[in-house]
């Protein structure tokens, strides 16, 4: 029997996606395992925000806006669309995540009349729940959490708000599923992609999802801070009717009109001026994921996560206990209960070990399919057996 050692040698060797990871700027000496959090920079950010600086900012200046920045949120929508299962001119690129969770909230209870309570997602995101709550107070609407796998729903829910995968414990959920359940009960469904874009299959069009957004500095290495999305269906967009009616959003920005008339496409969706540096280093970061498929980023990531968990058992046992799901019912990250998490980790990365922890006593690691390897996924687990 090969030991953890060679199987994870073999597993690199005959890994699909091996040579992806030259596509970044690493340092082999840290085990990087928060991609989830943060992910990191493909080498052709660099040199193509110099580019952005010196050349399309620097020479041609302001006429660059009629050369490419003007249609870039669109642009770069469509890039990102197949990775979440959406048709070309159904995602936008701009603003924050937690405004465009607010724009959607909003236009779909302006959608759902006579209804106007938000379900959300018991296990949330903070961010999803504050913004929930404060568009409740804006609207008179009402807000109640409900756990995805026993949501219970009434004639006066208008829509629920759900985490594909929970952030804490790396749990992913059933889109097909839940957003099955949701229009079964007549209310729209609003998904936050953040821990799953890049990650794990989605399929927005196939499963008639109505809205959804997600960041793009995780597993989509957009950079600190990057700009988010918003996923409007074309069946949908021309009723979506959102509350930051900024000029960019207006189906004539340059008329300068005193009244505001949206745009009919999907760049309704935006609101002010995007932000065109993170906007294109984006677009940049984007390029490692010419030729890869979302499933085979999928099966390596199961694949990944799977092995760092079997090295966690052989190695660590009964001093941590495994928070995430052993079955194919995760994301890409795996989350360990251990007493004193916080100091653990911190020893971790003082052992270029890279995680993060989360209150009380998790530890995360996320792992990113196009640069993490199994022998990163073993180092972690041996260095994790000499601390926990």
């Given at each position: 029997?090969?030991?953890?050692?060679?199987?994870?040698?073999?597993?690199?060797?005959?890994?699909?996606?091996?040579?992806?990871?030259?596509?970044?700027?690493?340092?082999?000496?840290?085990?990087?395992?928060?991609?989830?959090?943060?992910?990191?920079?493909?080498?052709?950010?660099?040199?193509?925000?110099?580019?952005?600086?010196?050349?399309?900012?620097?020479?041609?200046?302001?006429?660059?806006?009629?050369?490419?920045?003007?249609?870039?949120?669109?642009?770069?929508?469509?890039?990102?669309?197949?990775?979440?299962?959406?048709?070309?001119?159904?995602?936008?690129?701009?603003?924050?995540?937690?405004?465009?969770?607010?724009?959607?909230?909003?236009a779909a209870l302006r959608m759902s009349k006579g209804r106007n309570e938000i379900v959300v997602d018991a296990a949330t995101f903070?961010?999803?729940?504050?913004?929930?709550?404060?568009?409740?107070?804006?609207?008179?609407?009402?807000?109640?959490?409900?756990?995805?796998?026993?949501?219970?729903?009434?004639?006066?829910?208008?829509?629920?708000?759900?985490?594909?995968?929970?952030?804490?414990?790396?749990?992913?959920?059933?889109?097909?599923?839940?957003?099955?359940?949701?229009?079964?009960?007549?209310?729209?469904?609003?998904?936050?992609?953040?821990?799953?874009?890049?990650?794990?299959?989605?399929?927005?069009?196939?499963?008639?999802?109505?809205?959804?957004?997600?960041?793009?500095?995780?597993?989509?290495?957009?950079?600190?801070?990057?700009?988010?999305?918003?996923?409007?269906?074309?069946?949908?967009?021309?009723?979506?009717?959102?509350?930051?009616?900024?000029?960019?959003?207006?189906?004539?920005?340059?008329?300068?009109?005193?009244?505001?008339?949206?745009?009919?496409?999907?760049?309704?969706?935006?609101?002010?001026?995007?932000?065109?540096?993170?906007?294109?280093?984006?677009?940049?970061?984007?390029?490692?994921?010419?030729?890869?498929?979302?499933?085979?980023?999928?099966?390596?990531?199961?694949?990944?996560?799977?092995?760092?968990?079997?090295?966690?058992?052989?190695?660590?046992?009964?001093?941590?206990?495994?928070?995430?799901?052993?079955?194919?019912?995760?994301?890409?990250?795996?989350?360990?209960?251990?007493?004193?998490?916080?100091?653990?980790?911190?020893?971790?990365?003082?052992?270029?070990?890279?995680?993060?922890?989360?209150?009380?006593?998790?530890?995360?690691?996320?792992?990113?399919?196009?640069?993490?390897?199994?022998?990163?996924?073993?180092?972690?687990?041996?260095?994790?057996?000499?601390?926990?």
């Amino acid at each position: 029997m090969l030991s953890l050692a060679e199987r994870a040698r073999e597993l690199d060797a005959t890994d699909p996606l091996a040579s992806c990871r030259k596509l970044f700027d690493l340092d082999d000496s840290v085990v990087y395992l928060d991609g989830n959090s943060l992910g990191a920079p493909p080498l052709s950010v660099a040199e193509r925000m110099e580019d952005v600086v010196r050349n399309q900012w620097g020479r041609r200046l302001i006429r660059s806006w009629g050369e490419g920045w003007w249609t870039a949120p669109e642009r770069v929508g469509d890039r990102i669309a197949p990775l979440v299962g959406a048709a070309p001119g159904q995602v936008v690129v701009g603003d924050s995540t937690s405004a465009n969770l607010f724009k959607a909230l909003v236009a779909a209870l302006r959608m759902s009349k006579g209804r106007n309570e938000i379900v959300v997602d018991a296990a949330t995101f903070p961010t999803d729940g504050y913004i929930a709550s404060s568009v409740a107070r804006l609207t008179g609407a009402t807000v109640r959490a409900a756990p995805l796998d026993a949501l219970e729903l009434n004639a006066n829910t208008a829509v629920v708000l759900a985490n594909q995968v929970d952030y804490r414990t790396g749990r992913a959920y059933d889109v097909a599923a839940v957003t099955a359940s949701v229009h079964a009960a007549g209310a729209l469904v609003l998904w936050d992609l953040c821990h799953s874009v890049g990650a794990l299959p989605v399929d927005l069009d196939a499963n008639g999802v109505d809205f959804a957004v997600g960041c793009t500095y995780k597993f989509l290495n957009g950079g600190p801070g990057a700009p988010a999305f918003l996923y409007v269906p074309t069946r949908l967009q021309a009723s979506f009717d959102q509350p930051l009616a900024g000029w960019n959003g207006h189906k004539a920005p340059f008329a300068m009109a005193p009244d505001f008339e949206p745009s009919s496409e999907i760049a309704r969706g935006r609101c002010g001026t995007p932000d065109i540096l993170s906007l294109l280093a984006l677009d940049a970061a984007l390029d490692v994921w010419d030729g890869v498929t979302i499933s085979d980023v999928r099966a390596k990531n199961l694949a990944l996560t799977g092995f760092f968990i079997e090295c966690v058992d052989s190695l660590v046992g009964s001093r941590v206990s495994v928070v995430t799901p052993r079955d194919s019912s995760r994301g890409s990250q795996v989350s360990l209960a251990c007493s004193d998490a916080a100091s653990v980790m911190d020893a971790l990365i003082a052992r270029d070990v890279i995680g993060d922890f989360r209150p009380p006593n998790v530890l995360r690691f996320g792992f990113a399919a196009l640069y993490n390897r199994y022998t990163d996924a073993l180092r972690a687990a041996t260095t994790l057996a000499e601390l926990a």
